[in-house]
């Protein structure tokens, strides 16, 4: 039986609104995160890799660019957005999972030397499961980027989906518990990604149709681009945007 939050989960991301592939691509929270991915992947430059709950998989458009030669998957709980996803990259491998608990990506014995759960842990009611399944789907050399929220939950992150936020110490811990090893876990983000997140809660209604619904106009792309040039000066140790590398 589903969970409560992958009823949520379907219900919000089953619909694919033009503004939603704005936002993944021009929200300052979003590119800062594609930025942080993409430079701890080239680390390691893994030739294997699944993004977890990949949405339009605008992240893996990201990881292509750097990496041409590396064999991509990407999961995710949306059908609709899968099959969108197959039609426009048929070269990368897509698959419809529900991560909120136990799951098998359907290829048997699939293993991959990278996994990234980008903004997925928060939207779970089952995250040590969420993880000690994704385990399984990783190589013996395997490391997992993963990236989620800490701070408060409020009224905007509960309409999409989230279920709860993480310390540095609750992230360590759930890796650890679920046979992963942190090899680093750290907070990103003050002071303008958090009070981007303030102001966008003084009128949730707004700012979901705004930024999550219709296609950017000037408007919308001015704030965009002046955030992304604030984010600039954000603290890399203090905020609330959560980061962790980890290995099996």
């Not at 592939?21 to 992947?41: F, G, S």
């Not at 059908?79 to 991560?99: E, K, M, Y």
């Not at 705004?210 to 965009?224: H, L, Q, S, T, V």
Request: charged share 25%; net charge neutral; proline share 5%.
């Amino acid at each position: 039986m589903a969970s409560e939050a992958s009823r949520v989960n379907q219900e919000y991301y089953e619909d694919v609104p033009a503004g939603r592939r704005d936002y993944w691509r021009k929200m300052a929270a979003c590119r800062h995160r594609v930025d942080t991915i993409l430079t701890e992947l080239g680390r390691y430059r893994p030739g294997t890799i699944l993004d977890l709950g990949c949405g339009d998989g605008a992240l893996l458009e990201e990881i292509e660019r750097m990496l041409p030669n590396a064999l991509l998957a990407g999961v995710d709980i949306s059908s609709r957005q899968v099959a969108l996803n197959q039609r426009s990259r048929p070269g990368v491998r897509w698959f419809v999972c529900d991560l909120d608990g136990d799951f098998v990506v359907s290829e048997e014995g699939s293993e991959f030397d990278a996994l990234i759960a980008a903004e997925v842990i928060e939207h779970l009611d089952y995250p040590d499961r969420f993880l000690r399944s994704a385990l399984t789907l990783a190589g013996p050399q395997c490391h997992l980027f993963l990236s989620t929220q800490s701070g408060p939950l409020r009224e905007t992150e509960r309409r999409v989906g989230h279920r709860r936020h993480y310390t540095p110490d609750d992230l360590s811990r759930l890796l650890i518990e679920t046979g992963w090893k942190p090899v680093r876990t750290w907070n990103t983000g003050y002071p303008f990604h958090d009070l981007s997140k303030w102001y966008a809660n003084l009128n949730p209604d707004r700012s979901l149709s705004e930024f999550g619904e219709k296609p950017y106009g000037f408007r919308e792309n001015a704030i965009c681009w002046t955030l992304r040039q604030a984010f600039r000066l954000n603290s890399q140790r203090r905020g609330a945007q959560l980061f962790a590398v980890a290995t099996r």
